[in-house]
């Protein structure tokens, strides 16, 4: 079997919904063993969170972040159950939580507690707002989130309502970073030996995506406008209607691609020097689009698409999920793995990772829930006479 990257490394999950998760799945790829803790009788809210379902009844939702991991149901309110977890943790390289911040010290199963028993535990909470600060204890939620960090602020139309984005970006995001601060974390152990604790926040991760806009109020002192599909910094570099109301995307990052522009739609805009360059063309945006506008309407989307291409001119058009999914390209980069080969009817989106020698793997569709407890159980030494009575006991 090809290696990957983290063989070896063990990962308790005790994460649920998607942020977290999705970080655990992204190790899980990358060959971690990742174990993922679940609620008897319950489970992870996520898995009644439907329609749709695969025709096995796993949710889309679920599937989206939960594949090449084992489900071990345990009630942690139980004595038994903390205590097993406490043993898993034990053996652990990660732990990874999105529990309200303090809301796992009554269990024994805090980072203090659990790093005594294993110093070189990696422990990764992911959390609305960060384990420190005045807002610590709220909960947080990814749409909260979005308006809370300005995001919202930013997106959609400039004369309309404030719209939140189309997936729950901002937990994906701060998965994200979690991943990285848990590599991070893995080198300086290798360095040092021992652990220590990753703190990721929803919150930070949305002010981090702000990115230029952000940058754009820290360097001006104003309030950056809600500007639609068009570009705080760059002109042209939005959407615009050809003919049939059909709708592309121009992406002009320099001025000589904008002068490929003018030659493309026959006009010498780039020329006038309210339009040479891209700060006047920033500051007289009102003037050119319309412009522009009035030109696209002659020719159709593709049209327009096939001669900005052959100019090198950056642009494209606006495809809907399935149209993005059956594209060639999509296909051919294994973005959408199918786990029929294994007797599963889940189909899921693939990892963008792409590793020359120890690659991404898909070795198994999202458990069914407390498909390994038995298992795992068993491999931690207890008998099939325990194993039964924590299950009728409801530990298990």
């Not at 990660?94 to 529990?99: L, P, Y």
């Not at 709708?247 to 010498?268: P, S, T, W, Y």
């Not at 040479?276 to 009035?294: F, G, I, S, Y």
């Not at 991404?360 to 795992?376: F, K, N, R, T, W």
Request: hydrophobic content about 40%.
């Amino acid at each position: 079997m090809t290696p990957q990257a983290l063989n070896g490394i063990k990962v308790l999950d005790l994460s649920r919904v998607l942020a977290a998760p999705g970080c655990t799945q992204i190790l899980a790829d990358l060959g971690a063993e990742v174990i993922k803790i679940e609620r008897p009788g319950e489970g992870d809210e996520t898995r009644q969170w439907s329609p749709p379902s695969f025709a096995d009844g796993t949710a889309a939702y679920f599937a989206t972040v939960n594949r090449n991991k084992k489900s071990l149901t345990v009630d942690m309110a139980k004595p038994e159950g903390q205590a097993l977890l406490r043993q898993l943790a034990a053996a652990a390289d990660i732990v990874v939580e999105n529990f309200k911040v303090g809301g796992l010290k009554k269990y024994g199963l805090d980072y203090d507690s659990l790093k005594q028993s294993n110093p070189g535990l990696i422990y990764a909470s992911l959390t609305g707002f960060g384990q420190t600060g005045p807002d610590a204890a709220k909960p947080g939620y990814d749409y909260i989130i979005q308006g809370l960090s300005g995001l919202m602020s930013i997106t959609g139309p400039a004369d309309g309502l404030p719209h939140k984005v189309g997936v729950a970006v901002v937990d994906l995001f701060a998965g994200l970073q979690l991943t990285i601060g848990i590599q991070a974390a893995l080198i300086a152990r290798a360095q040092t030996g021992l652990g220590q604790q990753v703190d990721v926040s929803l919150l930070d991760s949305a002010v981090a995506m702000s990115a230029n806009v952000g940058m754009n109020c820290l360097a001006s002192g104003s309030v950056p406008p809600r500007l639609g599909n068009a570009h705080p910094n760059i002109v042209p570099y939005q959407v615009f209607e050809a003919a049939h109301g059909q709708h592309l995307i121009l992406a002009c990052g320099n001025d000589k691609q904008f002068a490929a522009i003018g030659r493309v739609m026959e006009q010498e805009w780039h020329t006038e020097p309210r339009f040479a360059t891209n700060p006047q063309r920033v500051a007289h945006r009102d003037e050119l689009v319309p412009l522009m506008q009035a030109v696209f309407a002659h020719k159709t989307r593709d049209e327009w698409i096939a001669l900005f291409e052959a100019a090198q001119v950056p642009c494209g058009p606006i495809n809907n999920i399935a149209e993005a999914l059956a594209m060639p390209q999509v296909q051919q980069r294994g973005m959408v793995v199918d786990f029929a080969a294994g007797g599963s009817p889940v189909k899921v989106l693939g990892n963008p990772i792409k590793l020359s020698a120890t690659p991404v793997q898909y070795h198994s569709a999202p458990a069914a829930l407390g498909a390994h407890s038995d298992e795992i159980l068993r491999s931690l030494g207890y008998s099939e006479e325990q194993i039964c009575q924590w299950r009728a006991d409801g530990v298990v």
